[in-house]
Nanobody, 115 residues
């Protein structure tokens, strides 16, 4: 079972930046893909960005040009660098891992963008 722990959320002003971290309990190379999802109040959870074992990345249209997903293999950690944040980016951000057709979720970290 893969355990995921997110960190890095907080309150930031519009236009600001945050970097979220997702620490996995096992080697990133044992995981098929790691993704960042978010869920705003009253809305469905949606994919923000993902990265596969091979390094292929995928972004939601709302994240393209502003967010970047990356990983540190030595630390078994996947990052989400978020720049030019907008109030509509406010949500709980969850880390997701898929391995052998099983899905694992972290507990989430709150991101609030407000002046």
């Amino acid at each position: 079972q893969v355990q995921l722990v997110e960190s890095g959320g907080g309150l930031v002003q519009p236009g600001g930046s945050l970097r979220l971290s997702c620490a996995a309990s096992e080697s990133i190379f044992s995981i098929d893909s790691v993704g960042w999802y978010r869920q705003a109040p009253g809305k469905q959870r949606e994919l923000v960005a993902s990265i596969t074992r091979g390094g292929r990345t995928n972004y939601a249209d709302s994240a393209k040009g502003r967010f970047a997903i990356s990983r540190d293999n030595a630390k078994n950690t996947v990052y989400l660098q978020m720049n030019s944040l907008k109030p509509e980016d406010t949500a709980v951000y969850y880390c997701n891992a898929e391995r052998y057709l099983r899905v694992y979720w972290g507990q989430g970290t709150q991101v609030a963008v407000s002046s």
